[in-house]
């Protein structure tokens, strides 16, 4: 009972005062990400440095709680961090939805550890993961493109 508590806590907070839902001033990376069967709307913006350190981020759009704080807690993770490093995170979050993280994984991904239990709800993971596959997006082609979770 106190996981769900704190997974409450959390999704509320980075929900109701998210730190990271503004436009960015010139970001050299942006990207839509759509969730089209329940209209969840993230467009990720990135400051990425020369030496691949991620050197901002922020987000606008709308969607459920979920989707909204799930963006929030990965780009507190991601911002100061290399693009291998931003990825790996990625990975071990998708590891996480899937139910297959080791403790230590989950360690490492704060906050967004809070939504564990969304593993449990197959109709919020695609609202979970918009946010961290637009980043792989950015991250990895770095183009312009919207990015649909409806294969999840």
């Known amino acids: 009972m106190q996981?769900?508590?704190?997974?409450n806590e959390i999704l509320t907070e980075?929900?109701?005062?998210?730190?990271?839902?503004h436009p960015l001033i010139d970001p050299t990376a942006s990207m839509r990400g759509v969730n089209p069967s329940c209209g969840d709307d993230v467009t990720l913006q990135l400051k990425l440095g020369e030496d691949g350190v991620i050197e901002d981020g922020a987000f606008i759009g709308d969607g459920c709680a979920i989707s909204?704080?799930?963006?929030?807690?990965?780009?507190e993770l991601v911002i100061g961090k290399t693009t291998k490093e931003a990825l790996a995170l990625k990975?071990?979050?998708?590891k996480m939805i899937k139910g297959?993280?080791?403790?230590?994984?989950l360690e490492m991904l704060e906050e967004a550890s809070s939504l564990q239990?969304?593993?449990?709800?197959p109709a919020r993971v695609k609202c979970a993961v918009?946010?961290?596959?637009?980043?792989?997006q950015i991250l990895e082609n770095g183009e312009a493109t919207e990015v649909?979770?409806?294969?999840?």
Not at 130 to 136: A, D, I, M, N, P
């Open 3 to 7: 996981n769900r508590t704190f997974y």
């Open 14 to 21: 980075h929900n109701l005062h998210p730190t990271y839902k």
């Open 68 to 75: 909204q704080a799930s963006a929030d807690m990965m780009l």
């Open 91 to 94: 990975d071990t979050f998708m």
């Open 100 to 105: 297959k993280v080791s403790e230590e994984e």
């Open 117 to 121: 239990d969304i593993s449990h709800m």
């Open 130 to 136: 918009l946010g961290w596959r637009t980043l792989e």
């Open 148 to 152: 649909s979770t409806e294969e999840e």
